[in-house]
């Protein structure tokens, strides 16, 4: 069953000033479009076709590179686009909010913490909040479309929160300001949809 391209949950241009729209669009329907493509080439005919893209990350040491690079760019992709939203941003509430005060000190440590692991990944890659298997939350990150699913993860964890830091997410409208767009992040986290994932 091949892998579809989901639709962009808002409008292209619905989280100005701090992703532009011309940077979404090129994104989500060039580069997260040319993943899907490529994974559905990449098993079209083999065995592993069937599998969910968790189980494909799950044991991704067994896939060839193509299906690890594109299958984690879908991956990674389908899940930014939902933890971001017009009008969001702010800080989480409840359990989570707990939960992140637990593992990190506070939400601005959090943050710091966070933007630092964004901010010093080397190249192209991602930072990521995880649930552990321990059932904690840390930060980690991954170089290139890896991610916590994955076996070859050197931290192994449910993704609940994941910042694209590829300079196609933010070269157009950032330039080399890497750490500018990490700050401007925060104001669409889409708080709901990470607490539906902690939960
Ligand atoms: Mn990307």
Avoid at 176 to 197: G, I, L, Q
Wanted: proline share 6%; hydrophobic share 40%; with cysteine.
């Amino acid at each position: 069953m091949a892998f579809t391209l989901p639709a962009l949950p808002y409008a292209f241009n619905a989280l100005e000033p701090h992703i532009d729209a011309r940077t979404m669009e090129i994104h989500h329907g060039k580069h997260h479009n040319a993943y899907v493509t490529n994974l559905n080439n990449a098993l079209a005919g083999k065995p592993d076709e069937n599998l969910s893209i968790e189980e494909i990350c799950a044991t991704i040491s067994k896939h060839p590179v193509p299906v690890r690079n594109n299958g984690g760019g879908h991956y990674n992709h389908s899940l930014f686009w939902t933890i971001m939203a017009p009008n969001a941003g702010g800080a989480p509430t409840g359990a989570l909010a707990d939960a992140i005060n637990a593992a990190f000190g506070n939400f601005e440590e959090f943050k710091t913490k966070f933007n630092t692991a964004a901010t010093s990944r080397f190249g192209s890659g991602w930072a990521w909040l995880i649930k552990g298997t321990d059932g904690k939350l840390a930060i980690t990150s991954t170089p290139n479309q890896d991610n916590p699913l994955m076996d070859v993860a050197e931290v192994k964890g449910t993704p609940l929160l994941g910042l694209d830091v590829w300079e196609h997410a933010y070269y157009l409208h950032y330039q080399n300001r890497r750490p500018d767009y990490c700050n401007a992040f925060w104001n669409v986290v889409n708080w709901n949809e990470v607490a539906r994932r902690f939960a």
